[in-house]
């Protein structure tokens, strides 16, 4: 049985980082994309950003310049390096992971911005 168990969420001022890790544990197939979303309370989850096997990365508009994707495929793991943390930033991550075969979710790591 293939879990993402994530982790590095926490509170953080504005103005200030945190890194998400997410690996997976158990045989997984080739991982195509390695992605996060978030979701905000009352709000819909929506994309972050994705790297796919070759290393192109995608961001969402709203965190262009701040956060950085990265992915180590020897080890099946995803990174998301977060700066500037702005309290709109503040939601549940879920790392996602798409194989030829299905899509994985991780259970999520709280991230709240507040002074």
């Known amino acids: 049985q293939v879990q993402l168990v994530e982790s590095g969420g926490g509170l953080v001022q504005p103005g200030g980082s945190l890194r998400l890790s997410c690996a997976a544990s158990?045989?997984?197939?080739?991982?195509?994309?390695m992605g996060w979303y978030r979701q905000a309370p009352g709000k819909q989850r929506e994309l972050v950003a994705t790297?796919?096997?070759?290393?192109?990365?995608n961001y969402a508009d709203f965190v262009k310049g701040r956060f950085t994707i990265s992915r180590d495929s020897a080890t099946n793991t995803v990174y998301l390096q977060m700066n500037s943390l702005e309290p709109d930033d503040t939601a549940v991550y879920y790392c996602?992971?798409?194989?030829?075969?299905?899509?994985?979710w991780g259970q999520g790591t709280q991230v709240t911005v507040s002074s």
């Open positions: 158990g045989t997984i197939s080739v991982i195509n994309t």
């Open positions: 996602n992971f798409i194989t030829s075969y299905r899509r994985y």
């Open positions: 790297i796919k096997s070759g290393a192109s990365t």
